[in-house]
């Protein structure tokens, strides 16, 4: 049953990141799950100082609140005339420093680090379990990437359309009527919840690997935005799938496998995709040579 646990949090993970990854590589804010990853270290610590606890739930809450500024920081700053990447890089250091000052002046004593806070370790998920009216029900990390995949899969779907024309052509969304900036802060919001709920229990790697590296393979494969769901998706699930029994043959980190295995298939697409791939671009150019 570990593995099977372990297995369906990877699947978890990878749906979850690669639905959302889609549309932040089309708007080209790729770096931003690991940017909230980064700067959500001061809610964390302000949750511990207000609550005096390291509960999983106060931390959370404290890294969401947290997460959603990093979100408003960034666009703030982009429509102050700041480039979107320069954008993340300051807002993210920036409040990740303060987390750092903060752990280093107020929690000396305590176990508050980003070790035992930030990055978790998915071989660790079948053990933190939630027991229901005296039954275990099951891993807590499963049971929230759940909600979490759910939610985001629900809120997609209900404005696929809106989404789709504001990650493609921001100027035509406003032209029709399409509250752009609204739509923008809530699939900011939608990463930034997927990002929490994922990291404390799969680690920082996992997850901005999945929110990048499968959507950026799909991107390879097809033109069609339905299409680049499906493609990253399934991309993420064979990532995992492969990742973790690569981990078990060579006795390594299961989360730095099976982003292994995602960047190996982002190599394969870049070379032999049909419409992007080197080698066939490479194959037209000497046949128009010719």
């Known amino acids: 049953m570990n593995d099977f646990w372990i297995l369906l949090t990877a699947a978890l993970v990878a749906c979850s990141c690669s639905l959302l990854g889609c549309f932040l590589v089309l708007r080209r804010m790729a770096m931003i799950g690991d940017a909230i990853?980064?700067?959500?270290?001061?809610?964390?610590?302000?949750?511990?100082?207000?609550?005096?606890?390291r509960d999983s739930?106060?931390?959370?809450?404290?890294?969401?609140?947290?997460?959603?500024?990093?979100?408003?920081?960034?666009?703030?700053?982009?429509q102050s005339g700041v480039q979107s990447d320069a954008a993340i890089g300051v807002v993210f250091t920036a409040?990740?420093?303060?987390?750092?000052?903060?752990?280093?002046?107020?929690?000396?004593?305590?176990?508050?680090d980003l070790d035992c806070?930030?990055?978790?370790?998915?071989?660790?998920?079948?053990?933190?379990?939630?027991?229901?009216?005296?039954?275990?029900?099951?891993?807590?990390?499963v049971w929230a990437l759940g909600l979490v995949l759910l939610l985001s899969g629900t809120v997609?779907?209900?404005?696929?359309?809106?989404?789709?024309?504001?990650?493609?052509?921001p100027a035509m969304a406003a032209a029709v009527g399409i509250?752009?900036?609204?739509?923008?802060?809530?699939?900011?919001g939608l990463v930034s919840v997927t990002t929490v709920a994922s990291f404390e229990s799969v680690g920082a790697i996992l997850v901005v690997g999945m929110l990048v590296v499968p959507a950026a393979t799909a991107y390879l494969l097809t033109e069609k935005l339905s299409r680049m769901i499906g493609y990253s998706m399934v991309i993420?699930?064979?990532?995992?799938?492969?990742?973790?029994?690569?981990?078990?043959?060579?006795?390594?980190?299961?989360?730095?496998?099976?982003?292994?295995?995602?960047?190996?298939?982002f190599v394969a697409a870049l070379l032999l995709s049909p419409s992007h791939g080197v080698v066939w671009r490479k194959l037209r150019q000497k046949q128009a040579a010719l």
């Open 236 to 265: 993420g699930l064979l990532s995992s799938t492969g990742g973790y029994y690569l981990s078990v043959l060579l006795d390594a980190s299961i989360a730095g496998c099976m982003i292994t295995v995602a960047g190996l298939l």
């Open 179 to 188: 509250p752009v900036a609204l739509f923008h802060y809530v699939l900011m």
């Open 95 to 112: 409040l990740f420093s303060i987390g750092v000052v903060l752990v280093s002046i107020y929690t000396r004593q305590v176990d508050l």
């Open 57 to 78: 739930l106060f931390m959370m809450l404290g890294a969401s609140v947290i997460g959603l500024i990093t979100v408003f920081l960034i666009q703030m700053f982009h």
């Open 117 to 141: 806070v930030l990055y978790g370790e998915i071989i660790h998920v079948p053990w933190d379990t939630i027991t229901f009216a005296g039954v275990d029900i099951g891993p807590k990390a």
């Open 37 to 53: 990853s980064h700067s959500v270290l001061p809610g964390i610590v302000i949750a511990f100082l207000l609550s005096g606890s």
């Open 156 to 169: 997609i779907a209900l404005f696929y359309k809106q989404f789709k024309i504001c990650a493609f052509d």
